[in-house]
């Protein structure tokens, strides 16, 4: 019943940066889990990012020190500001929630990094 909508993917140079943008269309709780997967062509779907609870953040090595998660739960989104990009990072970007037993996705949106 939660339907999440990706936002803010496109084109940019290898250095750049880009900050998609997940909202949900109800409230977005505290106890929520929120995440960012990407899975680029030919590869499998790995979690990028979480913001657990309040503010507990975990990133995959190799966004750390690039990327940051937040959640706004005010405007019901999450973000993930992607910096110093690089074309590894070429991929469809997807959010989900956790909301005890029950995992919600979105349909993602694409983010083309080029060299």
């Known amino acids: 019943q939660v339907q999440l909508v990706e936002s803010g993917g496109g084109l940019v140079q290898a250095g750049g940066s880009l900050r998609v943008s997940c909202v949900a269309s109800?409230?977005?709780?505290?106890?929520?889990?929120m995440g960012w997967y990407r899975q680029a062509p030919g590869k499998q779907r790995e979690l990028v990012a979480t913001?657990?609870?309040?503010?507990?953040?975990n990133y995959a090595d190799s966004v750390k020190g690039r990327f940051t998660i937040s959640r706004d739960s005010a405007k019901n989104t999450v973000y993930l500001q992607m910096n110093s990009l690089k074309p590894e990072d070429t991929a469809v970007y997807s959010c989900?929630?956790?909301?005890?037993?029950?995992?919600?996705w979105g349909q993602g949106t694409q983010v083309t990094v080029s060299s």
């Open positions: 989900n929630l956790v909301r005890g037993s029950l995992r919600y």
């Open positions: 913001v657990i609870g309040r503010g507990t953040t």
């Open positions: 109800g409230s977005i709780f505290s106890g929520d889990i």
